[in-house]
C-alpha cells in the first residue's frame, strides 16, 4: 500500500473514525443523543463534499481493485445524501420506541462505507469484501428493535435469504476466476473473451454460467422476482426509517455493481446478460405491481412498488446489454436518484405519523383515513411523493421513467417500453387509492397528531420535496453530472 492510496478511500476513512466516534462517546450520554447525532451527519457531509472535491480525479488504489472517478463520486454522495435523510427523520422516531442508541447511526455509518467502495471497487474480492460490510450493517439494522418478533424475524429473514444469494454469487465468482485466472473487471473481460471466441461451446457455456450466478446474487440485492421474497417481511417487520434506506441505499449500491462489473468484466457476453436481465425485468414489474394492488398495509405496498421500481430499472440494464449502448444507463442512473429522494419522502411520513401515535396507527390505509383534515402538511407530502412514485409529470419520477423508457426505445425494444408503461398505469391505482383515503376517507377510529412536522424530520422532508420538484422541473443539472459519470466509467 501507498500513501496514495489513502486519498482514493478518504471519504471512507472520514466515515470509519466518525462511526467509531459514535460508539465510544455514546456511553458517555444519558438520554440526550444529539452529540452522536452531530457526529454523523457532519461525518456524511464532509464524507460528501470530499468527495464532490475530488470529482475530476482519475485515481487507482490498492493495485487496481478500487479507483477515484466522477462514476465512484456519483454514488458517493448519493449515498451520503441518503443516509443523512434516514439519520435526520430518525432521531424522533427511536425516541418515541425507546430505541435512540448511538450504534444505529454508527451502523448506518458501516454500511455506507460498504456501499462507497462497491461503488469504487473493480474488483470482485473487493466488491465482495464491500457488499458484506453493507449487508451485515444491515442485517443488524433490520432487527434494532430486538425486543419485537417481527424485527427478528425480519432480519432473520433477510440474513438467511442473504446468505444465499451471497454463497450463489460466491460460486460464479470462483468460476469467473477459474475461466480467466483474475478477479480485476478488466482483466477478467480481456480473457472471457478470448476464452468465449476460442475455446469452444463447453467454454462458452460455463462462461454463461458464471455470468448468471452473479447476475442472480445481484438480483437478491436490488429485489428481482423471483429473489424478492424476503423484501415485504424485511420492509414491515424493519424500523421505518431503516426500511427506507434499505430501499434506496443498499439498491443503489448494486445496481452501481451490476452496471460497472457486467460492462467491464462481461462485454462479450452482453447480448446474453442483456437478455437475461430483460426477463428478469418483466416478471419483476409484473409481480411488483399486481401484488401491490392487494396490499391494505402501505408500509408493505411501498416494499412491492420498491420490487416494481427494480424492474423498470432492471429493464434499462437489460436494454444497454441488448443494444450495446450506455444511454439507457444514463437513464437507470438518473432514476435512481429519483427514486432515493421520493422513496425516502414516503418512508419518512409514515415515520412521522408512526412517531405520533406508536400504538394506534399501524400503516394500514384505514388509520390514514381522514389525514388531509388531521395532519394536512403530511397529506400533502406524502401525496407529493407518491404521485412522483406514480411518474405524474413535473415530478422527479416523471422525469427518471422519461429517460429510462425512451432509452429503452432507442434500443429498439418498443415492447419491453410498452410493458413498462402499462405497469406504471398500474402502480396509478394503488398510489391514488391512498391519497383517496387520506383526503376523501372518514376515519374509523381517531388518532391525534401531537405536533407538527418539525426538527430533523422535516428537515428532511423539506429536502426531500424539494429534491422531487426540482429534478421533475430542471433535471438538465443531473443529466450532466451522469454523463460525466459515464464517460469516466467507458473512458
Known amino acids: 500500500m501507498q500513501a496514495s492510496d489513502l486519498i482514493t478511500v478518504l471519504p471512507e476513512l472520514i466515515l470509519l473514525v466518525a462511526a467509531c466516534a459514535v460508539v465510544l462517546v455514546e456511553p458517555f450520554l444519558k438520554a440526550d443523543k444529539t452529540a452522536v447525532l452531530a457526529i454523523a451527519l457532519t461525518a456524511l457531509v464532509g464524507s460528501g463534499a470530499l468527495s464532490l472535491g475530488l470529482a475530476g480525479e482519475d485515481r487507482t488504489a490498492f493495485a487496481g481493485m478500487l479507483v477515484l472517478d466522477d462514476w465512484a463520486v456519483f454514488f458517493k454522495v448519493l449515498f451520503a445524501v441518503a443516509a443523512a435523510l434516514t439519520i435526520l427523520m430518525s432521531s424522533r422516531y427511536l425516541e418515541a420506541h425507546g430505541r435512540h442508541l448511538g450504534e444505529y447511526y454508527a451502523l448506518i455509518l458501516f454500511a455506507v462505507i460498504g456501499m462507497d467502495l462497491m461503488a469504487a471497487s473493480r474488483d470482485f474480492i473487493a466488491f465482495y469484501v ?43 465468482i470462483s468460476l469467473v476466476y477459474g475461466y480467466a485466472g483474475a478477479t480485476n473487471f478488466q482483466t477478467v473481460g480481456q480473457a472471457l473473451a478470448g476464452a468465449s471466441g476460442s475455446g469452444g461451446e463447453g467454454v462458452s457455456a460455463g462462461v454463461l454460467l458464471a455470468v448468471f450466478l452473479v447476475a442472480i446474487g445481484l438480483a437478491f440485492k436490488v429485489s428481482a422476482a423471483p429473489f424478492h421474497m424476503w423484501t415485504p417481511d424485511v420492509y414491515q417487520g424493519a424500523p421505518t426509517p ?108 409514515l415515520a412521522y405519523l408512526k412517531t405520533q401515535a406508536p400504538d394506534k396507527f399501524d400503516y394500514s390505509l384505514k388509520s390514514l383515513a381522514g ?72 376515519p374509523e377510529e381517531e388518532f391525534a397528531v401531537k405536533e407538527p412536522i418539525s426538527g430533523g424530520m422535516a428537515a428532511a422532508l423539506a429536502l426531500s420535496a424539494i429534491a422531487t420538484v426540482v429534478i421533475g422541473v430542471v433535471p438538465s443539472w443531473l443529466w450532466d453530472a451522469v454523463v460525466s459519470a459515464f464517460t469516466t466509467l467507458f473512458n
Do not use: C
Not at 139 to 162: D, H, M, P, Q
Not at 283 to 293: I, P, R, S
Not at 311 to 340: D, Q, R
Not at 375 to 398: D, E, H
Open 242 to 349: 431503516v426500511a427506507a434506506f434499505f430501499s434506496v441505499g443498499p439498491k443503489a449500491a448494486a445496481f452501481s455493481v451490476i452496471i460497472v462489473a457486467f460492462i467491464v468484466a462481461f462485454p462479450a457476453q452482453a447480448r446474453e446478460w442483456g437478455v437475461f436481465f430483460i426477463v428478469l425485468s418483466i416478471l419483476t414489474m409484473v409481480v411488483g405491481n399486481v401484488f401491490a394492488l392487494v396490499q391494505t398495509n402501505v408500509k408493505r405496498m411501498l416494499a412491492y412498488s420498491s420490487i416494481a421500481h427494480a424492474g423498470y430499472l432492471l429493464a434499462g440494464i437489460g436494454a444497454m446489454g441488448w443494444s450495446g449502448n450506455s444511454y439507457p444507463g444514463h437513464g437507470v442512473l438518473i432514476y435512481l436518484v429519483a427514486y432515493t429522494f421520493m422513496n425516502l419522502g414516503a418512508f419518512g411520513v
Open 371 to 442: 389525514l388531509g383534515r388531521r395532519s394536512p402538511w403530511a397529506a400533502v407530502l406524502l401525496s407529493l411523493f407518491l404521485l412522483s412514485l406514480a411518474g405524474i409529470p413535473g415530478t422527479a419520477g416523471f422525469i427518471g421513467k422519461f429517460y429510462v423508457f425512451g432509452a429503452i426505445v432507442q434500443a429498439d425494444l418498443v415492447w419491453l417500453a410498452v410493458i413498462a408503461v402499462l405497469m406504471s398505469a398500474v402502480a396509478v391505482y394503488y398510489y391514488l387509492r391512498v391519497i383517496m383515503y387520506m383526503l376523501f376517507r372518514e
Open 130 to 172: 464491500a457488499l458484506e460490510l453493507m449487508a451485515i450493517s444491515s442485517y443488524i439494522l433490520a432487527a434494532f428493535f430486538r425486543y419485537r418478533v417481527r424485527s427478528n424475524e425480519s432480519s432473520l429473514k433477510y440474513f438467511l435469504t442473504g446468505s444465499f444469494a451471497s454463497a450463489i454469487m460466491l460460486y460464479g
